[in-house]
């Protein structure tokens, strides 16, 4: 697992026994796993007397840390062994290391359910189709002589129940400015590509 040097200082900090007693580690653990959780809304609270010692902090950084540690176990799918080697690498002791294993194997199954609900294609368009209408009259009776547009954007989503057409109608100035805009934006993405 690759982690940032803030994460590894984080969880440098929360493996020492001095700053973070064996009561605290825990609490900061399950605050980590409680943050992942989509069910969940209240958090332990940071004036748990555990924390006295602690600066505010450091309690945060190590979360965090605990938290994209987590994140990363998950996404990789990291066995026992890999765990505990990373851990220990983070100067964990064997104590640390089996409570980090049992909560994350609790909690594994819920976190990999979200990590895959994260990164869905949203909907996109595939196909546009259009016709082109001339509007003679308006309901008042008065004669307008101008050209209409029918624009229909054919929508495709990972998700058949957002799939949805999109169909709208516009002026010709309108319809110029949309294809404006469109072409701006495909450059804009050439540009970013290259670099």
């Known amino acids: 697992m690759e982690l940032s040097e803030d994460s590894l200082r984080g ?17 900061v653990l399950r605050a980590a796993f409680q943050s992942l959780s989509p069910d969940q809304a209240a958090h ?7 924390f006295q010692p602690i600066p505010p902090c450091h309690i945060k950084s190590c979360q965090a840390a605990a938290t994209t540690c987590i994140l990363e176990a998950v996404r990789n799918n990291v066995d026992r062994a890999a765990l505990s080697s990373f851990l220990e690498d983070c100067r964990f002791d ?5 409570h980090f294993w049992t909560e994350y194997q609790k909690h594994r ?17 595939s196909d546009v189709s ?11 009776l008065y004669k307008t002589y101008r050209p209409s547009y029918l624009v229909k954007f054919n929508v495709e989503s990972p998700d058949t129940s ?26 804009a993405l050439e540009r970013t590509s290259q670099m």
Not at 11 to 27: M, N, T
Request: glycine share 4%; proline share 6%; charged share 30%.
């Open 11 to 27: 969880l440098h900090r929360l493996a020492d026994p001095a700053q973070f007693s064996l009561k605290a580690f825990g609490a």
């Open 44 to 50: 332990p609270a940071l004036d748990d007397p555990v």
């Open 94 to 98: 064997r104590e640390r290391t089996e």
């Open 109 to 125: 199954e819920t976190l990999e359910i979200l990590l895959e609900n994260i990164g869905r294609a949203p909907p996109h368009v």
């Open 130 to 140: 259009w016709r082109l209408a001339y509007e003679i009259k308006t309901n008042q």
């Open 162 to 187: 957002q799939a949805q057409d999109i169909s709208f109608n516009c002026s010709m100035e309108q319809l110029q400015d949309l294809v404006g805009k469109l072409k701006d934006a495909a450059k």
